[in-house]
């Protein structure tokens, strides 16, 4: 069935709702507790069995209730690249796929967002356009860096959740910075208390690497060798290098060497994979090709085992997507150089990781709670409104019915992106509701189910 948007109006989260009788994840239990929730104006009021029916009522029979995801690395490329996705399309795949939170990158839009002007024409164009709620992360690229850059990232700071960096950048409008550049940010950040994002690939090494093999083939495992383990490990180490007198607030993004993920344990830095670092491997990235791409690449089998374990263990925090939607055009050249790096992930990342995660027991259930929504608010401020089940939060929420089946098919997603590495996957579990602020957003019959402009900014954090 097509997405369907915008199939009823609702009250933008100032009316009374109570879901009766669901399988509500409670922190303090570390289990799921039969039991109801009201909602009022937005925020959980009370949570406990048989409160009377009040408001709307949704019936959550035994369908279990998440906190809902958080997913802190998406590319919505709105405004500027609206072929590839809007902040329309991509939060309603948010939506759909179980996520009630957002946070933008700065990297993928136009203008990239490296100054509180160019954030301040992003918000005004994409405003009235969400359906869930969304931040943005602020960035400095290498081509801007300047005497002003300390000041820019000032006046950022109490707006964005992150500043967000590379080490290896192919976008000539958003470069990378090099080292020198990256420690004066990381002290730059500590003294605003941001989080600084690094994507890690070592710059000199893909470089050369690249050039090398592109002189010898055209194929997936050409595209592997020119960014491997080692070009991630090189990044990684000198990050934490240059953080070491520093001791700012380091977050390496999308792990995908299991190595590199071990780095960080013991070490001032947090870290994140992706589903398909955690579902794919090179062998699957040379028999689907240009669905797999993404930087950093897909590697070797016993990287997934690592990351798993990884994760499991917290030392890798949390999951994110990496949604990077295109068109399929995008991805059909026949040069593995050529076709666009990323994938769509919002609409399969959730429950990916229930499916693959929690009900194969690969981690616990207080940890999936951890990975898809808790440590990402806690990273970035967001915990006293959202990340939990609890009253006073924001009620914000995912219902699995575990005894249904999701068949991914990307021809069904409301991203733009509908070429998915999960094609054809069969997920246990199925997306009933998501419900933002105390609004159904997504209903699993009706589609979207809030006008667009109902998702709001989040801002700065610690709010």
């Known amino acids: ?163 967000k960096t590379y080490f290896h950048s192919s976008d000539k409008n958003y470069t990378r910075v090099n080292h020198y550049q990256f420690q004066h940010i990381l002290a730059i950040c500590k003294s605003y208390k941001k989080p600084v994002l690094l994507h890690a690939e070592d710059h000199d090494f893909v470089k050369h690497a690249q050039k090398t093999m592109m002189d010898k083939g055209n194929r997936p495992e050409d595209y592997y060798l020119s960014r491997p383990e080692t070009a991630e490990l090189l990044a990684v180490q000198n990050a934490i290098a240059l953080n070491r007198n520093v001791q700012a607030n380091l977050h390496i993004v999308h792990l995908a060497t299991g190595e590199a993920s071990d780095l960080i344990q013991h070490n001032p830095a947090t870290g994140e994979t992706a589903a398909h670092y955690l579902a794919f491997d090179l062998g699957d990235f040379i028999s689907q090709g240009a669905s797999l791409k993404v930087a950093p690449c897909i590697k070797p089998s016993k990287n997934k085992k690592h990351l798993w374990k990884n994760l499991q263990a917290g030392i890798i925090d949390y999951i994110a997507s990496d949604h990077a939607p295109c068109p399929p055009t995008s991805k059909q050249s026949e040069s593995v150089w050529e076709q666009y790096s990323g994938i769509p992930g919002l609409e399969t990342s959730l429950l990916f990781l229930y499916s693959e995660g929690l009900l194969k027991k690969r981690i616990s259930l207080s940890r999936f709670v951890e990975v898809t929504s808790s440590a990402a608010a806690h990273k970035f401020g967001l915990e006293k409104q959202k990340g939990g089940i609890s009253v006073g939060r924001h009620a914000d929420l995912v219902l699995i019915d575990p005894n249904k089946t999701t068949v991914v098919k990307g021809t069904d997603f409301f991203s733009k992106g509908k070429i998915t590495p999960f094609e054809g996957w069969k997920f246990k579990g199925k997306i009933i509701n998501t419900v933002v602020r105390g609004e159904i957003v997504f209903d699993h019959l009706k589609g979207i189910c809030v006008d667009p402009g109902y998702g709001k900014y989040v801002g700065g954090g610690r709010n």
């Open 1 to 163: 069935m097509p997405p369907v948007l915008n199939i009823y109006n609702l009250e933008n989260g100032n009316s009374m709702m109570v879901i009766k009788d669901g399988l509500v994840f409670i922190k303090e239990a570390g289990d799921f507790v039969k039991t109801d929730i009201k909602i009022k104006q937005g925020r959980i009021v009370d949570i406990k069995p048989n409160i009377p029916a009040e408001g709307k009522i949704l019936p959550a029979g035994n369908l279990q209730i998440f906190p809902g995801m958080i997913d802190p690395h998406v590319h919505l490329n709105d405004p500027g690249f609206n072929q590839r996705e809007t902040f329309l399309t991509g939060t309603s795949a948010a939506a759909a796929g179980g996520v009630t939170t957002i946070v933008d990158m700065p990297c993928t839009s136009n203008p990239v967002i490296i100054n509180l002007a160019n954030l301040n024409i992003k918000l005004k164009q994409v405003a009235d356009r969400a359906v869930v709620d969304y931040g943005f992360f602020g960035g400095v690229s290498g081509k801007s860096y300047s005497p002003r850059t300390e000041k820019d990232i000032g006046e950022l700071a109490s707006r964005v959740l992150g500043i």
